[in-house]
């Protein structure tokens, strides 16, 4: 039996005045799955992101279902593991009291409870006895642990990080990453994780959405749509990374991704395609299944390219 | 074996009680792609900023194509200031707002007390691949990537030898940094360009580096050459 949807997303649409930069995203999300979110910027991750947590500016317009909807839960049932750590603590307070005061802002606890909860929190991350710490004590990498501890003291069913390694050497990474991935084994929380970072994908995530110009243009099994992109966006996002034995000239898709609100007619990507034929300067390509994948594309590879 | 573009002998930098940049020693021919790798805080950048002389080092020896960096005074620098030319991480930051992209690349030619032309900007504009018409624009009104090469163009205009590298592509997308790596590639091959590349990603050092020294705790551990440039020397 599969783990229950702990979040369905149904025809997320985000616009800001009259602009719509969220295009219509569906998925789905299982207990202990983690989801990632990928594309170049400007695609519409993050909006996405922050629209599940509630968290969108507030001239922006939301269409479409979340189930549940969590952002009236934000930071008990899903929380956001942020990006910059220094920026995401308080500098004048101590680190258990910031915790503790996110415990006691979305459950109805004691004093003492709370600091128990969160030391406990603390420890798990592996950084104990940190509590009494102001940010500013610790070092870089403990700090990206108490946000995590933070993010996770009200153990949630949905964690969200948006970019939660861009900033980090490769040592630092894997500890996050590490971290967030013990948090699924442990508890079953899944995690959507919206980043570039195709390695980390590759080795944390069970489904991949793509995203181009604020809609979904595949979503699979991530090691599949990694390994066989059907979408020839995905294909060349791939085709740019350096790898061991890969060609001297890395791939560079050529032009840029489109504006919103300055989409060009028929398919987003189609101006800087390689497969694109008429068809796709004529009409938007539809979301269709192939062999258990979701693809938009008028001319899908078959066989799927080794990105 | 020509003689070295660079050559850093038992470098030190100091912040305050903590030695940043312990000892360090490596050099760098023309047309070499030298990386400095290593997590957060191993001194990487710190190196970065006293081979360039924005931090006078607390000990050791900078050697640019045989002068001695370290002894001269800041008005025996500037004259070879434009020859080693930093490129920065953040391409925004490393621009002045207020500043059209034609002045900001015409500056460094400006300080050698040469008029620019307009034909030299839009030259070194198109190079990095920018139509000439982006000099009318401001920084805030191009993507990362562009500014990344506004601040390439400005480098090359000093007619540099070395460039030094501080993360120029960590703040950029997959497909973005794709294109500026080719056009770092493309300019050290055609001018002989020395690049010190100072980057986290492995991946990234691994594809674009001719010879990695890798530091930790501000100490070179090891120092190591990717496959790929024995299997395809340019």
């Known amino acids: ?307 | 074996m020509s003689e070295p573009l660079l050559e850093v002998r038992d470098l030190v930098v100091r912040h305050g009680a903590t030695t940043a940049v312990d000892h360090v020693s490596f050099s760098l021919a023309p047309g070499e792609t030298l990386a400095l790798n290593g997590p957060s805080g191993c001194g990487k950048s710190s190196t970065a900023l006293a081979v360039l002389q924005l931090r006078r080092p607390d000990g050791g020896q900078v050697r640019f194509e045989g002068r001695e960096l370290t002894t001269l005074t800041e008005r025996e620098l500037r004259p070879l200031r434009p020859r080693l030319q930093p490129v920065f991480q953040d391409p925004y930051g490393s621009l002045s707002p207020r500043q059209r992209i034609r002045d900001a690349v015409a500056e460094p030619l400006r300080l050698r007390g040469r008029r620019p032309t307009p034909g030299q900007v839009a030259a070194l504009l198109e190079r990095v691949g920018l139509d000439p018409s982006y000099g009318d624009r401001r920084p805030r009104e191009l993507s990362g990537g562009q500014c990344q090469r506004v601040g390439i163009a400005r480098a090359l205009a000093g007619e540099p030898r070395l460039l030094v590298l501080d993360e120029p592509v960590s703040a950029l997308d997959p497909s973005v940094r794709a294109g500026v790596l080719n056009l770092l590639a493309d300019l050290r091959d055609e001018r002989g360009l020395g690049y010190l590349f100072i980057c986290h990603d492995r991946d990234v050092v691994r594809h674009f580096a001719d010879r990695v020294v890798e530091l930790r705790e501000g100490r070179v551990t090891s120092e190591w050459r990717p496959r790929r440039s024995a299997a395809a020397p340019r």
């Not at chain 1, 994908?201 to 599949?224: D, S, T």
């Open chain 1, 1 to 307: 039996m599969e783990p229950e949807v702990v979040l369905s997303v149904r025809d997320l649409r985000v616009g800001f005045g009259g602009v719509e930069a969220v295009r219509g995203v569906s998925f789905e999300v299982r207990a202990g799955e983690v989801c990632a979110l990928v594309g170049e910027s400007g695609a519409g991750k993050s909006l996405t992101a922050r629209a599940l947590l509630g968290m969108l500016p507030r001239e922006a317009t939301v269409s479409g279902t979340v189930r549940p909807d969590l952002s009236g839960a934000r930071g008990r049932r899903i929380a956001l593991v942020p990006q910059d750590a220094l920026s995401a603590l308080s500098p004048v307070h101590r680190v258990g009291d910031q915790l503790a005061a996110a415990v006691r802002s979305v459950r109805r606890v004691g004093r003492r409870e709370a600091r128990e909860l969160a030391a406990a929190a603390l420890d798990r991350v592996g950084i104990p006895g940190t509590a009494r710490s102001y940010p500013h004590e610790l070092s870089g990498g403990m700090r990206q642990r108490a946000v995590i501890a933070m993010a996770t003291v009200n153990e949630p069913d949905v964690l969200v990080a948006d970019e939660p390694t861009t900033a980090l050497d490769a040592d630092r990474r894997e500890r996050v990453l590490g971290l967030l991935a013990a948090r699924r084994e442990s508890r079953g929380t899944a995690l959507v994780l919206v980043t570039h970072d195709m390695d980390a994908v590759r080795r944390y995530a069970h489904r991949a959405l793509v995203m181009y110009a604020g809609r979904v243009v595949e979503a699979g099994p991530a090691r599949e749509v990694l390994a066989r992109p059907r979408s020839p966006y995905m294909a060349g996002l791939l085709a740019s990374l350096p790898r061991p034995d890969g060609p001297r000239r890395l791939y560079a898709l050529p032009g840029a991704p489109p504006v919103p609100g300055a989409l060009p007619p028929g398919c987003a990507f189609a101006p800087r395609c390689p497969r694109a034929a008429q068809v796709c300067h004529r009409g938007e390509p539809p979301e269709r299944e192939l062999d258990g994948r979701l693809v938009a594309c008028h001319h899908p590879d078959p066989a799927g390219e080794p990105g």
